[in-house]
T-cell receptor
Framework: DTGVSQNPRHKITKRGQNVTFRCDPI?????LYWYRQTLGQGPEFLTY????????KSRLLSDRFSAERPKGSFSTLEIQRTEQGDSAMYLC????????????FGQGTRLTVV | DAKTTQPTSMDCAEGRAANLPCNHS???????VYWYRQIHSQGPQYIIH???NNETNEMASLIITEDRKSSTLILPHATLRDTAVYYC?????????????????FGQGTTLQVKP
C-alpha cells in the first residue's frame, strides 16, 4: 500500500468553472476526511465519512461544495462555480475507527482559481 | 476539544535536540495529545501521541507534565529534513461506544527551522 493518494496534485481553473478532486485512502481505512489549507494556516476540517456515510460537514463547506464516497472506498470533492477564495490546498486523510490511532494524509491537491 | 498554544517559530542547530513546547491548560482527562508535522508542500505526517505517560518512538519523544497542562515534543538529533511546521493537537479519546469522528483541529503550529 502506497498510502493516501490524491489526484490531481495541481489544478488551475478559471473562476466560475467546476472542479473535482479525487482521494484514494489506505485500503482498509473506514474513515475519510477532507481538509482545506490556505497559505500560512493550519489545515481546516471540511467533512468526514465513515464508510460511505457522510457524517459531519463543517460550516466551511458551502453549498457549492459536495463530497461523496460512493462505495466506501475512494472519495471525490467537487467545487461548483469556483471563486478566487477557493484557492487553497485540499487535503485528504484516512484512518481506522474506532480507535485512538493516527490519521494518514495525502499530498494534497493545490487549487488555483484565476 | 481543548485549545493548544505553541510558539510561532523556533530554531535548532543540526544534530542538537529540538524541544517543542505546547500548552493545553484546559485539557480534559479523556483527551490525548497528538503531534503532527508538515514539511513544505506535503500533507501532515503523524509523529506521536500520548494520554498521561511519556511516549517514545523512532521519530520522537513526548513528555507530558504530571498535571497534563503542557507537553514537549523532543526530536533528539535534529536534521535539516526535520525543518517543518509542527502541530500540537488535543483530541478526545475514542471508544467503540463514542460518536467522535476523530477529526483533527489544527492551530497554526510551530515553524521549526533546523540550521546547519
Amino acid at each position: 500500500d502506497t498510502g493516501v493518494s490524491q489526484n490531481p496534485r495541481h489544478k488551475i481553473t478559471k473562476r466560475g468553472q467546476n472542479v473535482t478532486f479525487r482521494c484514494d485512502p489506505i485500503s482498509e481505512h473506514n474513515r475519510l476526511y477532507w481538509y482545506r489549507q490556505t497559505l500560512g494556516q493550519g489545515p481546516e476540517f471540511l467533512t468526514y465519512f465513515q464508510n460511505e456515510a457522510q457524517l459531519e460537514k463543517s460550516r466551511l463547506l458551502s453549498d457549492r461544495f459536495s463530497a461523496e464516497r460512493p462505495k466506501g472506498s475512494f472519495s471525490t470533492l467537487e467545487i461548483q462555480r469556483t471563486e478566487q477564495g477557493d484557492s487553497a490546498m485540499y487535503l485528504c486523510a484516512s484512518s481506522l475507527a474506532p480507535g485512538n490511532t493516527e490519521a494518514f494524509f495525502g499530498q494534497g491537491t493545490r487549487l488555483t482559481v484565476v | 476539544d481543548a485549545k493548544t498554544t505553541q510558539p510561532t517559530s523556533m530554531d535548532c542547530a543540526e544534530g542538537r535536540a529540538a524541544n517543542l513546547p505546547c500548552n493545553h491548560s484546559t485539557i480534559s482527562g479523556n483527551e490525548y495529545v497528538y503531534w503532527y508535522r508538515q514539511i513544505h508542500s506535503q500533507g501532515p505526517q503523524y509523529i506521536i501521541h500520548g494520554l498521561k505517560n511519556n511516549e517514545t518512538n523512532e521519530m520522537a519523544s513526548l513528555i507530558i507534565t504530571e498535571d497534563r497542562k503542557s507537553s514537549t515534543l523532543i526530536l533528539p538529533h535534529a536534521t535539516l529534513r526535520d525543518t517543518a511546521v509542527y502541530y500540537c493537537i488535543v483530541r478526545v479519546a475514542e471508544s467503540a461506544l463514542s460518536s467522535n469522528t476523530g477529526k483533527l483541529i489544527f492551530g497554526q503550529g510551530t515553524t521549526l527551522q533546523v540550521k546547519p
